[in-house]
């Protein structure tokens, strides 16, 4: 049976690869491909965020009464995430290499910052808080086919 832990962690990774297919795009110049991986990286991290959003964090808040700690960090950190991949895609629109590279650095070090948290305290605290309730939480997060 997979966590809460191992599958949110894994859903990092997937953003982080479609990141870098992305950043690739914009460094070769092969600007339409750099448009369409952008695209579905933001996708990807708006569907990872609303996972969290939407359902884990209502279900741990709900659970541990806790709804003004680290949720609300978290929640605070998507937004300026949200913040960084507007300025990706303007950057894509404009064709402007250099500010899409200076957003993403800051984004990934961001994100790495973010995930390292999510991964070592809150999804872990998720597991062993929701217990039972997990697996029905999972099952609701899961790509549908």
């Known amino acids: 049976m997979t966590t809460i832990s191992v599958f949110?962690?894994?859903?990092?990774?997937?953003?982080d690869g479609l990141y870098a297919e992305a950043e690739a795009a914009v460094a070769?110049?092969?600007?339409?491909d750099a448009a369409a991986r952008c695209a579905a990286f933001t996708e990807a991290l708006a569907r990872h965020f609303a996972r969290e959003e939407e359902t884990l964090f209502p279900a741990f808040e709900a659970r541990t009464g806790m709804t003004e700690g680290p949720t609300a960090m978290?929640?605070?950190?998507h937004d300026e995430m949200r913040e960084?991949?507007?300025?990706?895609?303007?950057a894509v629109e404009a064709r402007a290499r250099d500010e899409f590279l200076g957003a993403?650095?800051?984004?990934?070090?961001l994100m790495q910052q973010h995930n390292?948290?999510?991964?070592?305290?809150?999804y872990p605290?998720?597991?062993r808080s929701l217990g039972g309730e997990a697996a029905g939480l999972l099952e609701r997060l899961a790509p549908t086919a």
């Open 8 to 15: 949110m962690a894994d859903d990092h990774r997937a953003c």
């Open 28 to 32: 070769a110049g092969a600007w339409d």
């Open 74 to 77: 978290m929640r605070m950190e």
């Open 84 to 90: 960084l991949c507007a300025a990706l895609a303007a």
């Open 104 to 109: 993403g650095e800051t984004l990934v070090v």
């Open 116 to 122: 390292m948290k999510e991964e070592q305290i809150l």
């Open 125 to 127: 605290l998720m597991d």
